[in-house]
Nanobody
Framework: QVQLVESGGGLVQPGGSLRLSCAAS????????MAWFRQAPGKQRELVAG???????YYQDSVKGRFTISRDNAKNTLYLQMNSLKPEDTAVYYC????????WGQGTQVAVSS
């Protein structure tokens, strides 16, 4: 059974940091493209950052220089380090895995507010 379980969300002040984690199981993690998406209220889900099986990374322009995506293949875990958070980063963040099939986590809420 495939599972993607996110953790690490919460409420943080502008300028603060959070680290999201996604624990994966039930598929060959090392082979999959992994990514973080987010969805703010009333908006479409958007790609935030992605990382290939070879650890090549991609970032949405709005998070470049602030967010870092990484993966630990030994732990089957995906991370998103988020620094210098802004109110516009407020959203539900989803872990995503894709190769021959696509999988989604249940999401974790990130709220940036003073």
């Amino acid at each position: 059974q495939v599972q993607l379980v996110e953790s690490g969300g919460g409420l943080v002040q502008p300028g603060g940091s959070l680290r999201l984690s996604c624990a994966a199981s039930g598929f060959t993690f090392t082979s999959y493209y992994m990514a973080w998406f987010r969805q703010a209220p009333g908006k479409q889900r958007e790609l935030v950052a992605g990382i290939t099986s070879g650890s090549t990374t991609y970032y949405q322009d709005s998070v470049k220089g602030r967010f870092t995506i990484s993966r630990d293949n030994a732990k089957n875990t995906l991370y998103l380090q988020m620094n210098s958070l802004k109110p516009e980063d407020t959203a539900v963040y989803y872990c995503h895995a894709s190769l021959s099939r696509a999988y989604w986590g249940q999401g974790t809420q990130v709220a940036v507010s003073s």
